[in-house]
């Protein structure tokens, strides 16, 4: 039994000329759809008032608990357009789990799968127009869904909030990356950390993301993307970058990814990558890695690629990391095939062009 969202539809929906204007290039987090889909809880009386309604403008207080102690968390889901015209999602229930892992963390009330699920249908329901159509079986078009919940009580104090809000907000987008899966250079941060032990690393949580910007700018100032963060109490092992899990590939078919141990956020296209690359007859790896694993084997050769993922930008391959007094290159590869393999199989499955037999795929329209 799904809950019901109540519609409340915008009585001024975008033009279709505009959408489809905007459609044909939509960019990244640009453009936003004429709905969004919003659950109220309140202590005394829980989960309540499910809506879809007109997107816009939210009223909070001032005193609203989230603008000051930063008690927030998000998701990160894509809906795919398939060929026969049907939306669908991908693991949907691995983020609505995530979401309640997150929301513990942040002491916020835990949403049941089928009010996030349900959201996401809800949602989709009066805004399935903005799903783009694939042009091509290279066109990564999708609407990247984002569902998020704050503490919206009216308190200065220190203590869970009483009230909080749930919303789903979408937005069409183009490939995250506009070089496509173009090799980024990556910026290795010995200033920051991003999280450490017992902290909020594997929540998906605003807070995170404030924290990185500091080393986001750094990156930026050497002309790199993204930020790698070491772990916080020894400074020597590979966590992940500030919004993508890591994966190093070896030249005898070990493929490893940093260990779950509490700093790393538990990516879904990293377990999804877990799982394809076995079928690739490749041997996944869950362990700790070093920074002097990465710089020895990038040396030798023993590492033949370097990739990151995670759902907005899929899996783009690392080709440079950059440190304070040095740029670490991989000397053998180069062609990043496996990235590529690996790629085009969750995409395949993610946009309906091949048999999604794990059942991955939940359909939304
Ligand atoms: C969202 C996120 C990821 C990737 O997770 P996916 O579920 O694969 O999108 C990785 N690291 C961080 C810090 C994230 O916030």
Same mark, same amino acid.
């Given at each position: 039994?799904?809950?019901?969202?109540?519609?409340? +539809?915008?009585?001024?929906?975008?033009?279709?000329?505009?959408?489809?204007?905007?459609?044909?290039?939509?960019? &990244?987090?640009?453009? !936003?759809?004429?709905?969004?889909?919003?659950?109220?809880?309140?202590?005394?009386?829980?989960?309540?008032?499910?809506?879809?309604? +007109?997107?816009?403008?939210?009223?909070?207080?001032?005193?609203?608990?989230?603008?000051?102690?930063?008690?927030?968390?998000?998701?990160?889901?894509?809906?795919?357009?398939?060929?026969?015209?049907?939306?669908?999602? &991908?693991?949907?229930?691995?983020?609505?789990?995530?979401?309640?892992?997150?929301?513990?963390?942040?002491?916020?009330?835990?949403?049941?799968?089928?009010?996030?699920?349900?959201?996401?249908?809800?949602?989709?329901?009066?805004?399935?127009?903005?799903?783009?159509?694939?042009?091509?079986?290279?066109?990564?078009?999708?609407?990247?869904?984002?569902?998020?919940?704050?503490?919206?009580?009216?308190?200065?104090?220190?203590?869970?909030?009483?009230?909080?809000?749930?919303?789903?907000?979408?937005?069409?987008?183009?490939?995250? !990356?506009?070089?496509?899966?173009?090799?980024?250079?990556?910026?290795?941060?010995?200033?920051?950390?991003?999280?450490?032990?017992?902290?909020?690393?594997?929540?998906?949580?605003?807070?995170?993301?404030?924290?990185?910007?500091?080393?986001?700018?750094?990156?930026?100032?050497?002309?790199?993307?993204?930020?790698?963060?070491?772990?916080?109490?020894?400074?020597?092992?590979?966590?992940?970058?500030?919004?993508?899990?890591?994966? &190093?590939?070896?030249?005898?078919?070990?493929?490893?990814?940093?260990?779950?141990?509490?700093?790393?956020?538990?990516?879904?296209?990293?377990?999804?990558?877990?799982?394809?690359?076995?079928?690739?007859?490749?041997?996944?790896?869950?362990?700790?890695?070093?920074?002097?694993?990465?710089?020895?084997?990038?040396?030798?050769?023993?590492?033949?690629?370097?990739?990151?993922?995670?759902?907005?930008?899929?899996?783009?391959?690392?080709?440079?990391?950059?440190?304070?007094?040095?740029?670490?290159?991989?000397?053998?590869?180069?062609?990043?095939?496996?990235?590529?393999?690996?790629?085009?199989?969750?995409?395949?499955?993610?946009?309906?062009?091949?048999?999604?037999?794990?059942?991955?795929?939940?359909?939304?329209?």
């Amino acid at each position: 039994m799904s809950t019901r969202f109540d519609p409340l +539809p915008s009585t001024q929906p975008t033009a279709d000329h505009i959408r489809d204007n905007i459609l044909e290039n939509p960019g &990244f987090g640009r453009y !936003f759809t004429d709905h969004m889909a919003h659950v109220r809880w309140t202590l005394d009386n829980g989960w309540h008032g499910h809506e879809v309604r +007109p997107y816009g403008p939210l009223t909070l207080d001032p005193a609203a608990a989230v603008l000051h102690y930063g008690q927030e968390i998000f998701e990160g889901v894509k809906a795919y357009r398939h060929a026969d015209g049907s939306v669908w999602t &991908f693991r949907p229930e691995k983020n609505a789990e995530r979401f309640r892992r997150s929301a513990r963390r942040l002491a916020l009330p835990e949403l049941s799968d089928d009010d996030f699920i349900g959201s996401l249908k809800a949602l989709l329901a009066q805004d399935h127009a903005w799903v783009p159509t694939p042009s091509s079986d290279a066109d990564e078009c999708s609407l990247y869904l984002r569902p998020f919940m704050i503490a919206s009580e009216k308190f200065l104090g220190v203590r869970p909030s009483h009230e909080v809000d749930y919303y789903v907000i979408a937005s069409p987008a183009a490939a995250y !990356f506009k070089g496509g899966i173009e090799p980024v250079s990556i910026w290795l941060s010995t200033n920051y950390n991003r999280a450490a032990p017992g902290g909020t690393g594997f929540a998906k949580c605003g807070g995170n993301y404030a924290a990185s910007l500091a080393a986001q700018k750094e990156a930026e100032a050497h002309g790199c993307g993204q930020v790698a963060f070491l772990d916080a109490t020894e400074n020597k092992w590979v966590e992940e970058l500030g919004g993508m899990n890591l994966f &190093f590939v070896f030249k005898d078919g070990r493929i490893v990814t940093p260990k779950l141990t509490g700093t790393i956020l538990e990516g879904v296209t990293r377990d999804s990558v877990l799982t394809l690359a076995k079928d690739e007859g490749l041997t996944p790896e869950e362990r700790h890695i070093s920074i002097d694993e990465w710089r020895d084997g990038a040396a030798s050769g023993e590492i033949t690629e370097i990739f990151a993922c995670g759902t907005a930008a899929v899996i783009t391959p690392v080709g440079e990391l950059v440190g304070e007094n040095e740029r670490i290159r991989l000397t053998a590869g180069g062609d990043n095939d496996i990235a590529k393999r690996l790629r085009t199989k969750l995409l395949d499955l993610q946009y309906g062009r091949s048999e999604d037999s794990r059942s991955w795929l939940t359909r939304l329209i």
